[in-house]
């Protein structure tokens, strides 16, 4: 990997992302001499929807920070945006057939998902409800403890109570293993109607559909920096799906682009995509849990990203860290804030070349948490232990640094 990628949780102004690292945007490492020469910059706002194109004030502090502008034709070749969700509705516009299986398409993944949506939220209830049953016998349990244990969480059985506590534990484990079912369900079927509805549609043998992808393909890979802001994740994902750019984007990482991305331009470039239910309940509740989106676009692969963190995030509660780490089956977790700044590049130890993940913001860290629900700050410089790095190597020759930490706060884990 020459490129980087430079993840933010839900940063407010898109300016201060650029003034704040106006240095990084002015550097490159790309293989093509005349990207490193000028620099270009592409702007991916499809999470915007109809507002794609309302991006002036991110151009103009681009500008402002030292990139030039090179218009030919009256087009900008230099600061560019993609246009990829206006492209993806204009194509539909040329082919009406291939609008009209999409949409079916889409209908269909749109009933699914509120299925699987109905079932997630019952089983979380389900599994809330059973840990704080088992709580109430046994308040030292924490839930990373009882999703970890074996056959048996309390291996000396003195009384009939404990066989209790072995019991709950294996059947709240059983809960968890049907939500985890349910998401790897739910993704085959996305992949399974996506695929349907490009072959039912003929896309890939329409020379329109060919001619403008290409295009595409050659904005990514010919840029020295590249914006995902966040959005609408549902709009920013199928539009880059549509285009089949997932390819393009690993090409341009391997090529030395660096990427600099924002909530949901965070979360479509890990391996899965976790998203925050914010949809009423038919009981008119709001659910307050987690669910599992989609498979993201795997640029990142041993890490599992929540932007929001602050907002979303109960951080203090190790029960709630162990379940969404347990639940999503992230080895590391790392949660990020408005402020928060993770830094993916790479370096050479000893001629071997490790990846690198590093907190790069001055006013906030980043949380890093795993399945036993532990947790740490990593402020300004600190590397991430993330699997596969030097700093992961080295962490497995010493002590943790990971520390358990007692919670009496609120809690959805524990009756109070």
């Known amino acids: 990997m020459i490129g980087s990628i430079l993840f933010n949780g839900n940063v407010i102004r898109e300016q201060d992302f650029i003034y704040q690292f106006a240095e990084r945007i002015l550097q490159s490492n790309h293989i093509d001499p005349a990207v490193r020469d000028s620099k270009k910059v592409l702007l991916i706002t499809a999470a915007w929807r109809d507002n794609e194109f309302n991006e002036q004030h991110v151009k103009d502090a681009i500008q402002e920070v030292g990139i030039q502008s090179n218009y030919q034709n009256g087009f900008d070749n230099n600061i560019q945006n993609l246009c990829v969700y206006h492209e993806w509705l204009q194509y539909y516009k040329h082919n009406p057939f291939a609008c009209d299986v999409y949409n079916q398409a889409i209908n269909t993944l749109l009933k699914i998902k509120r299925f699987y949506q109905e079932r997630n939220s019952e089983l979380v209830h389900l599994l809330q409800r059973h840990t704080i049953m088992l709580k109430k016998e046994f308040p030292h349990l924490s839930l990373g403890r009882i999703l970890n244990s074996g056959s048996d969480v309390i291996s000396s059985l003195e009384n009939t109570q404990e066989l209790f506590a072995n019991y709950a534990c294996r059947e709240i484990q059983k809960t968890l293993d049907y939500l985890i079912g349910g998401d790897e369900l739910q993704a085959q079927m996305s992949q399974n109607i996506q695929e349907f509805a490009k072959g039912k549609s003929g896309v890939f043998a329409d020379h329109v559909y060919q001619q403008t992808r290409q295009q595409l393909v050659n904005k990514i890979l010919s840029s020295n920096s590249i914006f995902i802001f966040g959005g609408d994740i549902a709009t920013l994902y199928h539009s880059l799906r549509f285009w089949e750019l997932q390819d393009a984007l690993k090409e341009a990482l391997l090529r030395g682009t660096n990427f600099y991305t924002v909530s949901a331009g965070s979360m479509v470039l890990g391996q899965k995509i976790i998203i925050y239910d914010d949809f009423q309940e038919l009981r008119g509740q709001k659910p307050r849990h987690f669910e599992f989106f989609d498979n993201g676009f795997a640029l990142v692969?041993?890490?599992?990203?929540?932007?929001?963190?602050?907002?979303?995030?109960?951080?203090?509660?190790?029960?709630?860290?162990?379940?969404?780490?347990?639940?999503?089956?992230?080895?590391?977790c790392v949660g990020l804030n408005e402020d928060s700044f993770l830094l993916l590049d790479s370096h050479t130890h000893n001629n071997q070349l490790y990846p690198r993940y590093t907190s790069v913001g001055k006013k906030d860290g980043v949380y890093v948490f795993d399945p036993s629900g532990q947790k740490i700050r990593l402020d300004y410089g600190q590397e991430l232990p993330v699997p596969g790095t030097y700093c992961w190597q080295q962490q497995q020759q010493a002590s943790p640094p990971l520390a358990q930490q007692s919670y009496n706060g609120q809690t959805l884990w524990r009756e109070d």
């Open 301 to 332: 692969k041993k890490m599992t990203l929540f932007p929001h963190c602050k907002d979303r995030i109960q951080t203090d509660d190790p029960d709630n860290l162990a379940y969404l780490a347990q639940r999503f089956q992230g080895k590391v």
